[in-house]
């Protein structure tokens, strides 16, 4: 399903003109990412399972008088993933920005003794699989545009630090490891690759993740999730730090990127 909407906003920005992918679209960084891109000038096409809160995003879009559209996928399978490339190829017949941010955290808190097999490979495949499968459906795209931007949402967690989930710490470290592979690659062929570490930032997963922990502690969640809220970052801080990235202005940055 292609839901697409056009309001392009004849001023421009930094991104004008560009075509952006951003998987993980419809919530939290992604979202916050989709948005501000379209602002820029760029036409953001959101890729995400959720095609409720996908599609109002690009609705937003639509209302704020800009360009975007949205493609339901499941990136944890190769052919829905290819799919929804095919149909970004067919509107579009190139990519400029491709920004990997779908993801999951599953078996919070859990020691490695009581850690699920599912769990693990509900993160996995999302995280990690799912970033591989967009990564390699998404690059012949980004070849044809001859200069691209390739942003994978890694994590302090599994780079820098723990995590609460022993999954969720090994997909990001592997995320992150892919950058060096990609950019080898692929910087050749006018490509900039890039991997992103947020902090702490107050999207629906990590206040999920807050709210869990509470739980375990005797507290009350939603109380938990509020406080949280006053000391988290804002999603659109990593947007920004995307935004520029992805710009011309960025071209002078290389490698990992770590934000608050």
Not at 2 to 26: E, R
Not at 89 to 100: F, T
Not at 116 to 135: V, Y
Not at 199 to 222: C, F, H, M, R
Request: proline share 2%; net charge negative; aromatic share 6%.
């Amino acid at each position: 399903m292609v839901d697409m909407v056009d309001g392009a906003d004849p001023a421009g920005g930094k991104l004008d003109g560009k075509i952006a992918v951003i998987t993980g679209g419809a919530t939290g960084i992604g979202a916050a990412t989709a948005e501000l891109f379209a602002a820029e000038g760029a036409t953001s096409v959101i890729l995400d399972y959720n095609e409720t809160e996908g599609a109002g995003v690009a609705e937003r879009i639509s209302a704020a008088g800009h360009s975007g559209a949205f493609i339901q996928v499941d990136v944890r399978h190769e052919v829905s993933v290819a799919a929804a490339f095919a149909q970004v190829s067919k509107l579009y017949g190139h990519v400029d920005i491709l920004v990997a941010a779908a993801g999951v955290l599953k078996g919070a808190y859990r020691s490695i003794a009581e850690f699920e097999e599912a769990d693990w490979d509900a993160t996995l495949d999302t995280n990690l699989k799912g970033t591989f499968l967009t990564a390699k459906h998404g690059t012949p795209l980004m070849v044809a545009a001859r200069e691209s931007v390739l942003m994978l949402i890694a994590s302090g967690a599994g780079v820098a630090g723990g995590s609460s989930s022993h999954a969720y710490a090994a997909s990001k470290a592997g995320i992150h490891g892919m950058q060096h592979k990609l950019r080898a690659e692929y910087e050749g062929q006018g490509m900039r690759v890039y991997a992103i570490c947020p902090g702490g930032i107050a999207t629906p997963l990590k206040l999920e993740n807050i709210g869990q922990k509470a739980v375990l502690d005797g507290a009350d969640p939603q109380a938990a999730m509020e406080a949280a809220k006053q000391t988290l970052g804002d999603p659109i801080g990593v947007a920004r730090v995307l935004a520029f990235l992805a710009s011309d202005e960025g071209s002078y940055v290389r490698g990992t990127i770590f934000t608050r």
